[in-house]
């Protein structure tokens, strides 16, 4: 339903009120609560997860991996594996809020001894040279929760973190429930100042209203001083 609709431009904003009513999952409490209930559904990570957007984000975590000579990763919100599919990590975990989610990534992942998966309320205080946050930090509504992944994203990381993620604080009042837009980089100068911003990468396809043609995310990728 929501993919037909919003070929539609004229009908975008209705298009979205009609998804929310009617879309059992849309009924948003909580972001953790969302997501859970979200795979549990059977829906997927969403279309930057998928096709040409999955692509531009692969090719451009690979080549950084490689050129970087990185050999462990940690990613929150490996969500439901289909982004990793494309991925080439000497040793990769993966942490998520869902079970289902953790569940679908062991067991497509099952003869990939590189690749591990856990509730995020199982992590015990693993590193990775490089840490990754795709598409997750906009889907953070509530304060607390962002502080927490904030913490633990860089908290966790020897030397780089990639965040692939909207940098705006403009919300717009047709907006998502489970959608919350934050100017993150903020929050990096005032409480991580031993990291710099090494690099921004705009998105090879930006948003036109249609999240299967483009993103608003762009990469943004941090070194430790």
């Not at 431009?9 to 998804?19: D, E, G, L, Q, T």
């Not at 059992?24 to 957007?53: C, H, M, V």
């Not at 509530?142 to 633990?152: A, H, L, Q, V």
Request: one cysteine or more.
């Amino acid at each position: 339903m929501k993919r037909t609709l919003k070929k539609i431009p004229i009908i975008n904003v209705m298009a979205r009120y009609v998804y929310r009513k009617f879309n059992p999952i849309q009924s948003f409490e909580n972001s953790e609560k969302y997501w859970i209930e979200r795979y549990k559904a059977g829906d997927n990570s969403g279309d930057g997860s998928y096709n040409k957007l999955a692509v531009f984000k692969a090719e451009l975590l690979n080549s950084f991996v490689q050129e970087n000579g990185i050999s462990t990763v940690i990613e929150y919100g490996s969500g439901d594996g289909n982004q990793l599919k494309l991925a080439r990590y000497p040793n990769y975990k993966g942490f998520d809020v869902s079970s289902t989610a953790v569940k679908l990534c062991r067991e497509i992942f099952k003869d990939d001894e590189s690749k591990k998966f856990n509730l995020v309320s199982e992590y015990s205080g693993e590193e990775a040279q490089l840490t990754l946050s795709l598409d997750v930090i906009y889907h953070l509504i509530e304060d607390r929760i962002f502080n927490e992944y904030m913490n633990r994203l860089f908290s966790s990381s020897e030397k780089f973190v990639i965040i692939y993620a909207s940098n705006t604080d403009e919300n717009p009042e047709d907006q998502l429930a489970h959608v919350k837009h934050r100017k993150f980089t903020n929050w990096i100068e005032s409480n991580k100042v031993n990291w710099t911003l090494r690099k921004y990468v705009p998105n090879k396809y930006p948003y036109d209203y249609d999240a299967d043609t483009g993103s608003f995310a762009d990469f943004y990728i941090f070194e430790k001083n």
